[in-house]
């Protein structure tokens, strides 16, 4: 496991590469009080957790705590954990040891949890926030103490939601094992000295993907001890609470060591850890990161309760929130520039960040056959749980071709792609009345009450001109009535019947007239009077000449 940071193989960093190594072979044939953004739709909890995900978050937290604690002996010893505590989840993110005198008896774990149980249980109440638990070793026993930290931000690695699962996985077990065994053999200890060293260990949500050791700066010389292969126990038990926390982070930790004296063997002990978390989003990818972070945790947090068979639910899930899956897990993970090659659209859009790039690849799944959308949502799904890793090599070729496929949409007119103009349109109701505008939902409707048409500023049969722009972005959307639709739409069949296809150009310059002509009556109540019908007939009478001499120019 010898792999520092520049190696940790990030999700969608590796969906790039192995879209890259793949060209050759395969044709591209295609909140809460904290700030939480709280998801709707299909993926969605219930409305508090259940008294058995609580409890089993309860007995996760005190396994974890007298895993640390079953180690230290010395007596005046404290142990000081900060916990970001919500709806009873619990979520480590720091620890400090403070040394104690001469060592006492043996506590039993028997004793530790009646001590601490309760306490911690009470921890759990209130408003979210960071929690201080303090233990403090007696001759025989632990006492436990906590006190409330209101200044601490939410961090966002911190679970909302409590796990109805008490362990660790044998998967996530071994590769902390590995870990353990990879810092052994780097550490160690000059003869009759003590040292610290410093660890930093990579995690994407429980699974190891780095390793950095850092020696003091300066050491004794002499002969050195290494560190003894034992130290996998302690090294675990610190490090397990920590790999509940969510998404790519880092945890530092401070360990020191000790040559005992006539020996050939060194002691070690845990001072400090802490989470170290990557820098925060850029403010115009803020939203995309709270959004798919609440829903980054409802996935891992089915996992992680051994719900699998759930996933077939995402086979449903909302076009939008597939899209934040895939924007939101590009910009937590990073990803390397080997995707441009492959799929250079794709790769330019992601690379934006923010809604906008969400709302292009909504858009873009909206043309994709509804079997590819399920299985590229299956195997985003598995990814954000398990990591790319994970996949075997026939789920990975189906990746790579779902991509490429994806790429070679957004050139390819909509005609050409059964039933991807109807969706569209649908979603652009969607999105005009029920998430940007829904006042205008009451306001822009007919005698019948029949809302007004959608119209799309340039239209969707030109959309592949414009593989860049999201067809149904907030800017190439507005509500018409129908007498100012139908008159949009004559001007736009000028157009159609051209000699030649128009050029992306040309297509920009009819949206240019439409605007000028037709924009006042854009997201407004029409009146229609003589005089307004009057006026609109004006219009299109003055639009129409203008595109008429558009046309006679394209030979």
């Not at 803020?286 to 051994?306: G, K, N, T």
């Not at 009556?521 to 029409?526: G, L, V």
């Amino acid at each position: 496991m010898r792999r520092g940071f520049g190696e940790i193989a990030l999700t969608w960093g590796l969906v790039a590469l192995v879209l890259l190594n793949a060209c050759a072979t395969v044709p591209q044939a295609g909140t809460g009080g904290s700030g939480r953004f709280e998801p709707e739709g299909t993926y969605q909890g219930s409305e508090e957790p259940s008294e058995e995900a609580r409890e089993a978050e309860l007995e996760s937290a005190l396994t974890a705590l007298w895993g640390v604690a079953s180690e230290v002996r010395e007596v005046g010893a404290e142990l000081e954990f900060t916990f970001w505590t919500e709806r009873g989840a619990f979520t480590l993110l720091s620890l400090k040891r403070r040394q104690g005198g001469a060592p006492g008896k043996a506590a039993a774990r028997e004793s530790f949890a009646s001590e601490v149980r309760d306490l911690l249980s009470a921890c759990a109440e209130g408003a979210p926030g960071a929690v201080h638990l303090i233990l403090r070793r007696d001759e025989t026993r632990w006492r436990a103490d906590f006190k409330k930290d209101e200044a601490v931000a939410f961090p966002p690695e911190a679970k909302t939601w409590p796990v109805q699962r008490v362990g660790t996985r044998s998967e996530e077990l071994q590769g902390l094992v590995g870990a353990g065994r990879e810092v052994a053999s780097r550490i160690w200890v000059p003869t009759g000295a003590r040292v610290r060293w410093q660890v930093e260990i990579a995690l994407d949500d429980e699974r190891v993907t780095g390793l950095e050791t850092r020696p003091p700066r300066s050491l004794p010389g002499g002969t050195s001890v290494r560190a003894d292969p034992g130290l996998m126990g302690p090294w675990v038990n610190v490090l397990v609470p920590f790999t509940q926390g969510l998404g790519p982070r880092k945890v530092r930790m401070d360990w020191e060591g000790e040559h005992l004296p006539g020996t050939q063997q060194s002691r070690w002990r845990i001072v400090a850890a802490e989470v170290v978390r990557p820098p925060p989003p850029e403010p115009r990818n803020a939203e995309v990161a709270l959004e798919y972070r609440a829903m980054h945790e409802q996935i891992l947090r089915q996992w992680r309760e051994e719900t699998r068979e759930s996933f077939q639910a995402m086979a449903v899930i909302g076009l939008e929130q597939l899209a934040l899956y895939v924007v939101g897990g590009w910009l937590a993970r990073g990803t390397g520039v080997a995707l441009e090659a492959a799929a250079p659209t794709i790769s330019r859009v992601l690379a934006r960040g923010g809604m906008e790039a969400v709302g292009w690849f909504r858009s873009l799944l909206a043309r994709a056959p509804t079997a590819e959308r399920q299985a590229f949502a299956r195997l985003v799904a598995r990814m954000e749980a398990e990591g790319f890793e994970a996949l075997t090599a026939a789920e990975r070729s189906e990746l790579r071709a779902l991509l490429l496929r994806f790429e070679r949409l957004t050139t390819t007119p909509l005609k050409e792609l059964d039933g991807a103009k109807d969706l569209l349109r649908d979603e652009a109701k969607t999105l005009f009345y029920g998430k940007r505008h829904p006042k205008l939902d009451a306001l822009l409707r007919d005698i019948h009450g029949v809302r007004y048409d959608i119209h799309h500023c340039i239209p969707l049969e030109y959309a592949h001109l414009f593989p860049l722009r999201d067809v149904n972005a907030e800017l190439n959307l507005v509500a018409a009535a129908k007498p100012i639709h139908s008159s949009v739409g004559s001007v736009w069949t000028r157009l159609r019947k051209a000699p030649r296809p128009p050029t992306a150009e040309e297509v920009l310059r009819v949206e240019e007239i439409v605007r000028a002509r037709f924009g006042r009556w854009f997201n407004k109540i029409y009146d229609e009077s003589a005089g307004a019908l009057e006026e609109l007939s004006q219009a299109k009478r003055l639009a129409t000449n203008e595109v008429d001499a558009l046309v006679a120019g394209m030979r």
